[in-house]
């Protein structure tokens, strides 16, 4: 069973009340097909994810069918795009808040998060890597940005699996409560990416939309996806 990639069964309002409460500190991942290809091909991946620091949460249809049928229930979807909108935009949860943004695109999202309070927001733009894993100068760069700054929040959005071995680097090195790993959400947040019409989402077909709409960036995520159907069997839910 240590085999197996543990999904939490919150719901999205659950998983607010969650982070509201809850005492301890967290990395909380939003994980889709292609990390669980990672998952079942990469052991030290594999050895992160399961790991006391991280909740795992389900951003895929796939997956949320697949445990619903094998747990005789249904088990909630939180995809990482519509976590982030909602929580930075809802009020009760982000006033008086400070936030630290590590993301790959070079536009700054505040413009859509005009409602915060702009002394309260932080963004760094880490030297993008082929590798999964970022330099030691790297993580102490950002992790002395964090300290100083002393964020509630900081939100990871830049390609897996390299944002979640970034976010526990960082969780060691830093007090920071929570850590989201949110991958494109702020692609979609500021128009650089459009996400695919709801209904795509529903039917489990977003790949058709990414594969069409933007096969160059999206084909080797595509094909990973694929390819990780034969390790559906390495998941569960966390009882």
């Not at 006391?52 to 049928?69: A, E, P, Q, R, V």
Request: aromatic content about 14%; hydrophobic content about 35%; charged content about 30%.
């Amino acid at each position: 069973m240590k085999n197996k990639l543990k999904f939490q069964t919150k719901n999205k309002k659950q998983l607010t009340e969650f982070i509201s409460k809850n005492k301890n500190r967290k990395i909380i991942n939003f994980l889709n097909l292609e990390s669980l290809y990672d998952f079942s091909t990469n052991k030290e991946y594999k050895n992160l994810l399961n790991s006391k620091n991280h909740l795992n949460f389900i951003d895929g249809t796939t997956i949320t069918l697949f445990l619903s049928l094998m747990n005789f229930k249904k088990i909630p979807k939180n995809r990482g795009p519509t976590f982030t909108k909602e929580f930075l935009s809802n009020p009760k949860k982000t006033k008086n808040k400070k936030h630290f943004f590590i993301i790959a695109s070079g536009e700054l999202p505040h413009k859509k998060l005009q409602h915060l309070n702009k002394k309260l927001l932080k963004y760094h733009y880490p030297t993008f890597i082929k590798e999964t894993k970022f330099s030691k100068k790297e993580i102490k760069k950002i992790s002395k940005l964090i300290n100083d700054f002393k964020p509630d929040f900081v939100w990871l959005g830049i390609s897996s699996p390299k944002q979640h071995f970034l976010a526990q680097d960082l969780f060691e090195k830093t007090s920071v409560r929570y850590f989201f790993t949110v991958g494109a959400a702020f692609d979609f947040l500021i128009g650089k990416k459009k996400e695919a019409p709801i209904i795509f989402n529903k039917l489990g077909a977003e790949w058709i939309y990414r594969g069409v709409t933007d096969f160059k960036y999206s084909k080797e995520k595509i094909l990973k996806s694929f390819a990780a159907l034969k390790h559906l069997k390495n998941i569960k839910i966390e009882k």
